[in-house]
């Protein structure tokens, strides 16, 4: 088996056994007891040694609870420009909802009906995965109780 080096602080990792899952296992920095802190989980048998492009963090690779499925993201919000957990690819590049990715409305829009703000987004699954829309979050100022969307002209909501 190869040795794989912290990033953080170049000592070897070690391999281990969650205590909880027998099957499942986890990476660590041997140099913990002197204060390095990383840790990564096992996928195929080697460390996840991705960094994010935008604050430099070790990116993390999880299963998804819902899907069942592996993804890979950033959760170091607090030094992203868009202050949000930003996804990638498994070869660490930047997915449609990564950075950069998502063009900038033209101007900040409110609902026609509650007068709340617009966020604009981009449809992850589904068969409009891809699509960017704007979205009005606020169901109980609307008369139907949801959420209301509208479909984007060039950065523009279509009211």
Same mark, same amino acid.
């Given at each position: 088996m190869p040795i794989y080096y912290c990033p953080l602080c170049q000592a070897p990792l070690?391999?281990?056994?969650?205590? &909880? &899952? +027998?099957?499942?296992?986890?990476? $660590?920095?041997?140099?913990?007891?002197t204060g390095c802190s990383f840790c990564c989980d096992d996928f195929q048998a080697s460390p996840f040694l991705k960094t994010c492009p935008e604050c430099g963090k070790i990116l993390r690779r999880k299963? $998804?609870?819902?899907?069942?499925?592996?993804y890979v993201a950033c959760f170091n919000k607090a030094e992203h420009?868009?202050?949000?957990?930003?996804?990638?690819?498994?070869? =660490?590049?930047?997915?449609?909802? =990564?950075?950069?990715?998502?063009?900038?409305?033209?101007?900040?829009?409110?609902? +026609?009906?509650?007068?709340?703000?617009?966020?604009?987004?981009?449809?992850?699954?589904?068969?409009?995965?891809?699509?960017?829309i704007f979205l009005c979050a606020n169901a109980q100022g609307h008369? $139907?109780?949801?959420?209301?969307?509208?479909d984007d002209q060039e950065g523009e909501p279509l009211l």
């Amino acid at each position: 088996m190869p040795i794989y080096y912290c990033p953080l602080c170049q000592a070897p990792l070690k391999r281990h056994c969650r205590k &909880d &899952d +027998p099957q499942a296992f986890f990476w $660590s920095c041997t140099a913990y007891r002197t204060g390095c802190s990383f840790c990564c989980d096992d996928f195929q048998a080697s460390p996840f040694l991705k960094t994010c492009p935008e604050c430099g963090k070790i990116l993390r690779r999880k299963i $998804s609870k819902k899907t069942g499925r592996p993804y890979v993201a950033c959760f170091n919000k607090a030094e992203h420009a868009s202050q949000e957990v930003l996804f990638f690819h498994d070869d =660490g590049t930047p997915s449609l909802s =990564g950075v950069g990715s998502l063009p900038k409305a033209k101007a900040i829009y409110t609902c +026609p009906e509650c007068h709340s703000s617009l966020r604009y987004l981009r449809i992850r699954n589904g068969r409009n995965a891809g699509k960017t829309i704007f979205l009005c979050a606020n169901a109980q100022g609307h008369q $139907s109780g949801k959420a209301r969307f509208f479909d984007d002209q060039e950065g523009e909501p279509l009211l």
